[in-house]
């Protein structure tokens, strides 16, 4: 039975989220504001946090900030729910680490969706093996870390989560599309140049070994890959 941490001010909205989790068999924790989620986070150890952006005591993107900066629970998946007009704060949790957003008003239905899909795929990076080589990159996935050679790359958690995605697929190609379907895990609508300055400030932070450098390519007119450098 997997474990769901709501960490909701409104009472009313965290017993429609619990109602319907419990309904499909999962536990489910409770907070009612930043400090107490954070604190449940790192004792309860759940499964997944569903975290609100704005919090009394501490705020969402503060409480997103130190559980994906802490390496207990870095890898603790994160929905944050906001608001319509919330739409900076939004992003800047996304690129903060959070796996997915659901703005408010939302679907209860759309909403256990989502929390099933995050857990599925958090699941499959739990089958990745400990570390991975690709040319002088060595990636630690328990450590959330990637070095080259021996000095560690210096990464944002979305530049981290971009180059596992290329790695654990060399060669394949991936859209502007999917790998911001993939890597930020929510649909996004309109300008997709995030990706393009992502890959960018990664082959910077790589350009100590100008060979991985260009081993991330670009695909005219349709994406990236890594190339395989054995």
Known sequence: MSKVLIVEDEANIRQLVKYNLEKESFQVIEAEDGLQGLRLAKAEKPDLVLLDLMLPQM???????????NQATAALPIIMLTAKSEEIDKVIGLELGADDYMTKPFSPRELVARVKAVLRRSQKEAALPGELSVGRLRFNFSRYEVHMGNAKLELTPKEYELLKMLATN??????????LEKVWGYEYFGDTRTVDVHVRHLRAKMSTDPETADALETIRGFGYRLRDLE
């Open 59 to 69: 705020d969402g993107l503060e409480v997103c900030r130190s559980l994906k900066g």
């Open 170 to 179: 060399l060669g394949k190609v991936f859209t502007r599309e999917q790998l």
